[in-house]
């Protein structure tokens, strides 16, 4: 199969666009027929391989999962033993640890559930990673409830497009924090109120919210938590960061620790792709409550200028990669 790989970390330059053997499924997993991947910050830090302490688990010289990308959608054409929810022929989206930036990839069947009938195999990409981490920073983490003042710091980023529509979804009044080029975008997609963060700082303001989801951690702790009402929280949602060697962990262990003694800060959350919340996100989208937002689309060869958009940290909504169909 054709796929893009690194043998080693560093910038775009170590991916190249292969011929590689095809994977097989084993126990609890199948092979899926990949039409179409999306990209996202954590597929950048894996290919530089930085912050440098992520290392000690992704492979200290090489990266260990040598083809990018985690989301993807496509159609099922084996399966492994042990398997008895997915067929052949089934059209399914998820997260795929093995890479998805390629013509097939291997999936354990409980990171990946049908297709939302109603996207189109590029749509459907674009939900995984970005879509989960949205439900669980305002849903779980945030205990979001009808009539809560949610601010989104980086609102119409990846994470940010389908954190708002969640909010709304619980019905919290919405705060988007993003561009000027990316208002109309925030309004569309149901925020009540939009601050443009080159006009207004909103840690500076006299408001005050339930839940502050921060995608951008451009504010210092102290300062972020200002905006926070009095049993509120705040969460730490960047793993964008200028340090090399510890990049935003430093950031999450001060807030982790902090959260132990100072009120209105939460802890820092990790959100990996579960059936359940693929599920929840198809309800909503089938609802007509939740809708990707495409900002690019590449094909699998061009694979490294979509890594060079993730890298500008100003994409509206997601950047996709079409890989068949
Ligand atoms: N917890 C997890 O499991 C998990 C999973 C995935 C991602 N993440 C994290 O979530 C964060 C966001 O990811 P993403 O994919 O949404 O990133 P993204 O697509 O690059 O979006 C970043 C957004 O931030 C906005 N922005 C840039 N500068 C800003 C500023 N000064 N103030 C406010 N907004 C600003 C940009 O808006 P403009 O274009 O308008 O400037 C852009 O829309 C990342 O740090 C990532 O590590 C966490």
């Known amino acids: 199969m054709k796929a893009i790989v690194q043998d080693t970390y560093g910038g775009t330059d ?9 994977p097989t499924p084993k126990n609890g997993a199948v092979l899926v027929a990949v039409r179409a991947a999306a990209l996202h910050i954590g597929d950048l830090m894996l290919m530089r391989g930085e ?5 000690i688990g992704t492979g200290l010289r090489r990266p260990k999962k040598p083809i990018p990308g985690f989301d993807f959608a496509g ?3 084996s399966v492994g033993q042990d398997v008895s929810r997915v067929e052949p022929g089934d059209e399914v989206f998820g997260e795929a640890t093995g890479g998805s930036c390629a013509e097939y990839v291997v999936v354990t069947t409980e990171k990946m559930a049908p297709k939302p009938a109603a996207l189109t195999f590029l749509e459907a990409a674009a939900v995984p990673v970005s879509g989960v981490t949205a439900l669980r920073g305002i849903r779980d983490a945030g205990n979001v409830k009808a009539g809560d003042r949610v601010l989104i710091n980086g609102a119409t980023g990846g994470v940010g497009i389908y954190a708002i529509q969640i909010a709304k ?16 975008l ?15 700082d909103y840690t500076q303001g006299e408001a005050q919210y339930d839940l502050v989801l921060d995608n951008v951690a451009n504010r210092s702790l102290a300062d972020a938590r200002k905006a926070v009402a ?8 960047s793993a964008r960061s200028e340090g090399r060697w510890f990049g935003a962990v430093g950031r999450m262990m001060h807030a982790a620790v902090s959260s132990l003694f100072v009120r209105k800060q939460g802890r820092p959350f990790y959100s990996p792709v579960r059936r ?22 590449y094909p699998l060869a061009k694979t490294t200028a ?20």
Do not use: W
């Not at 912050?51 to 290392?55: A, E, H």
């Not at 009044?173 to 561009?179: L, R, S």
């Open 14 to 22: 170590v991916l190249s666009l292969r011929d590689v053997a095809d």
């Open 51 to 55: 912050p440098f302490v992520m290392r």
């Open 75 to 77: 159609v099922v054409t």
């Open 169 to 184: 979804s619980l019905q919290a009044e919405v705060t988007a924090v993003c561009g000027p080029g990316n208002i109309e």
């Open 186 to 200: 925030a309004r569309e997609l149901g925020a009540d109120h939009v601050i443009d963060y080159t006009q207004d």
């Open 230 to 237: 009095a049993g509120g929280s705040y969460i730490s949602n």
């Open 276 to 297: 359940q919340d693929l599920l929840d996100l198809t309800e909503l989208i089938e609802g007509g409550k939740l809708r990707p937002v495409i900002d690019r689309t």
């Open 306 to 325: 979509a890594m060079d958009y993730i890298a500008s940290g100003h994409a509206s909504g997601k950047t996709v990669i079409k890989i068949a169909g």
